[in-house]
């Protein structure tokens, strides 16, 4: 007889955090790396400041990220360990109440009282804090927030992708800054919004929808900008 394999299953939600990170920096990256380029380029500027634009839009954009998912995630993380503090002291104050507490958890759930205690102790001989975190609080330790993950795969995301409005501009006619620009960089943005979709679970053609027509909604406003701009300043 072949040696029984153990079933182990694999759940989207279990990508969430590093997933949500990736997928925001690069759909921002190219939707506002690729905007600010375009609104500079609309308004008859020279190709080396379109292209500076670029570069500055591409380090100030992952800088940005990567403070803002280090700020947000540290002040999930922080809850988090408030959370495990406060579980630990009632644990060392009252461990019967505690007991009790994730006993009635169970038997909310469908289990009887007496299976519930039973589950209840044996849980609690074998770890008490992680059966409380997980069964009370939701917490698993694999899953607490990681700041700097989030910070790095946001930077990083965005850097990567906001080459993309950078290239396109390198290799562009002369006369056609703004459209090889905009048509790359919403081809990305289809692509990235169904990939994303896809790794989540989910249906890819309506996420590459919507972001696709919020990018070029995005660009089509700086272009006007820039344009307009660029007739006053004439």
């Known amino acids: 007889m072949a040696p029984h394999k153990s079933h182990v299953e694999r759940h989207q939600s279990s990508r969430a955090g590093w997933l949500r990170a990736l997928v925001l920096g690069?759909?921002?990256?190219?939707?506002?790396?690729?905007?600010?380029?375009?609104?500079?380029?609309?308004?008859?500027?020279?190709?080396?400041?379109?292209?500076?634009?670029?570069?500055?839009?591409?380090?100030a954009g992952a800088m940005s990220m990567a403070v803002g998912e280090f700020v947000s995630v540290s002040a999930q993380r922080d809850a988090e360990r408030a959370d495990i503090?406060?579980?630990?002291?009632?644990?060392?104050?009252?461990?019967?109440?505690?007991l009790r507490e994730l006993a009635l958890i169970y038997e909310g759930r469908g289990l009887e009282p007496e299976l519930a205690a039973r589950v209840a102790e044996q849980l609690s001989a074998k770890?008490?804090?992680?059966?409380h975190l997980r069964d009370e609080l939701g917490l698993e330790s694999e899953d607490l927030a990681r700041p700097l993950q989030a910070a790095g795969i946001s930077a990083v995301g965005f850097a990567c992708?906001?080459?993309?409005?950078?290239?396109?501009?390198?290799?562009?006619?002369?006369?056609?800054?703004?459209?090889?620009?905009?048509?790359?960089?919403?081809?990305?943005?289809?692509?990235?919004?169904?990939?994303?979709?896809?790794?989540?679970?989910?249906?890819a053609l309506p996420a590459a929808l919507r972001v696709t027509l919020g990018g070029g909604l995005a660009m089509l406003v700086t272009?006007?900008?820039?344009?307009?701009?660029?007739?006053v300043a004439g």
């Open 26 to 59: 690069s759909t921002d990256a190219i939707v506002s790396t690729s905007s600010l380029m375009i609104g500079v380029a609309a308004s008859a500027a020279e190709r080396s400041a379109v292209l500076v634009a670029g570069v500055a839009g591409l380090a």
């Open 127 to 131: 770890n008490r804090l992680a059966a």
């Open 85 to 98: 503090a406060q579980e630990k002291a009632e644990l060392a104050s009252q461990p019967q109440s505690e």
């Open 161 to 203: 992708f906001a080459l993309i409005p950078i290239l396109a501009l390198l290799v562009a006619p002369a006369n056609l800054r703004a459209p090889w620009i905009a048509g790359l960089s919403l081809v990305s943005l289809g692509l990235l919004g169904g990939v994303g979709a896809r790794l989540g679970g989910a249906a």
């Open 223 to 231: 272009a006007l900008i820039g344009r307009v701009f660029g007739v």
